[in-house]
């Protein structure tokens, strides 16, 4: 699919090799989660490989690019690290060539989350929790719940993510809260 090699190498290059690494275990996790709930390896594969393309993209540079892709200017009012999702979804059509909509919504989407994701959104949105680099309060609680049930894995990744926020007196995107209760109705 699309040139993979030619896609890692210069998403690599985009990045600092400790963020490498990071979208490295994505792609692991994301890999195992596709076959273990039923999506396509290969689509999560490169959605994996290009979740992060943007991450550490000047922030001036993410901005423009938001704009320019009219696909969330709301965003631009809220924290910075959200911004990179929709930048990289864009990128990977216009740069990359991804023409599958799924894998483009799985990149948009994998840091806010939203209501109806799709299975592959939401095994990158799962994987970018608990690759095996990631080491933070809680993250065991999600692995656990990784091997049942996707949609209670993401439940308690995004409320540890909702409750990190409220502790830092940050604001929180809607989209977040409205992704959060919608999985959590999709859990019962
Ligand atoms: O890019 P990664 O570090 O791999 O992970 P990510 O894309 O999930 O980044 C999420 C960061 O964005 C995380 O540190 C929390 C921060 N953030 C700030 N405001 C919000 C938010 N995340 C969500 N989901 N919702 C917010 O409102
Ligand atoms: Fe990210
Ligand atoms: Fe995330
Ligand atoms: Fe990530």
């Known amino acids: 699919m699309a040139h993979k090699e030619w896609i890692m190498n210069s998403v690599r290059e985009q990045m600092p ?8 275990g994505v792609i692991q996790s994301a890999i195992q989660l596709a076959k273990q709930y039923g999506s396509d390896p290969s689509k999560a594969e490169l959605a994996a490989i290009l979740h992060d ?3 550490y993209w000047p922030v001036e540079r993410q901005r423009e690019v938001l704009i320019e892709s009219g696909y969330a200017e709301d965003l631009l009012a809220y ?8 930048v990289g979804a864009y990128v990977a059509q216009k740069e990359y060539g991804i023409a599958d909509q799924d894998i483009l919504n799985a990149i948009r989407y994998h840091t806010s989350g939203r209501v109806g994701m799709s299975l592959l959104e939401k095994v990158i949105c799962l994987a970018d929790y608990i690759e095996p680099g990631r080491d933070f309060p809680g993250v065991e609680d999600i692995r656990r719940l990784s091997a049942s049930s996707l949609e209670e894995a993401l439940v308690e990744g995004l409320d540890g993510t909702i409750r990190f926020l409220l502790e830092q007196k940050q ?5 977040t809260i409205l992704a959060r209760n919608a999985l959590l109705k999709e859990a019962k």
């Open 53 to 55: 393309v943007a991450k």
């Open 79 to 86: 924290d910075k690290p959200l911004w990179h999702g929709p």
């Open 171 to 175: 604001i929180v995107y809607p989209m």
């Open 17 to 24: 090799e400790k963020r490498w690494r990071h979208t490295e």
